[in-house]
């Protein structure tokens, strides 16, 4: 990455807000607007709220919806799922924690669980977590 090019997530769907995914290629004096093309990407009928963003390079994106991740590997223009990490989270929602070392290796937590991927998302690992929630705290 470099001083001009970065990306932006937001919006909260209680608010009426929708999402928001922005690039900006001058320093965060312009911004582009993804959203629509990530909705179109993914095949989602709905705005997609977003939380969580990794920027490994201008070209290697990673962000996170409250149940999903999902990536770019050519700068925002188009999206994917990452793999389905839904389907070994018993959480049932992520945080917006993303953590990836190059474009393949990355983690993603949830409450009470770490995942990591190896492969760009394709497949997830549950691992036992450094920590320990108390939904009573």
Do not use: C
């Not at 990794?54 to 925002?76: L, R």
């Not at 770490?114 to 450094?130: A, V």
């Amino acid at each position: 990455m470099n001083s001009q090019v970065g990306f932006a997530v937001g919006g909260f769907e209680r608010y009426g807000v929708g999402m928001y995914l922005g690039k900006t290629t001058d320093g965060g004096n312009t911004w582009t607007d993804f959203s629509q093309d990530f909705i179109k990407s993914v095949k989602s009928s709905t705005y997609i709220p977003l939380y969580g963003l990794w920027i490994v390079d201008a070209n290697n994106v990673y962000v996170s919806s409250g149940s999903q991740v999902y990536v770019t590997a050519n700068g925002g223009t188009s999206w994917s799922q990452a793999g389905d990490i839904n389907a070994i989270n018993p959480d049932k929602s992520i945080h917006g924690n993303l953590h990836f070392a190059t474009s393949n290796a990355g983690f993603v937590s949830s409450r009470n669980y770490l995942f990591r991927t190896q492969n760009g998302g394709s497949s997830w690992e549950k691992l036992t977590p450094p920590w320990n929630y108390d939904a009573s705290l």
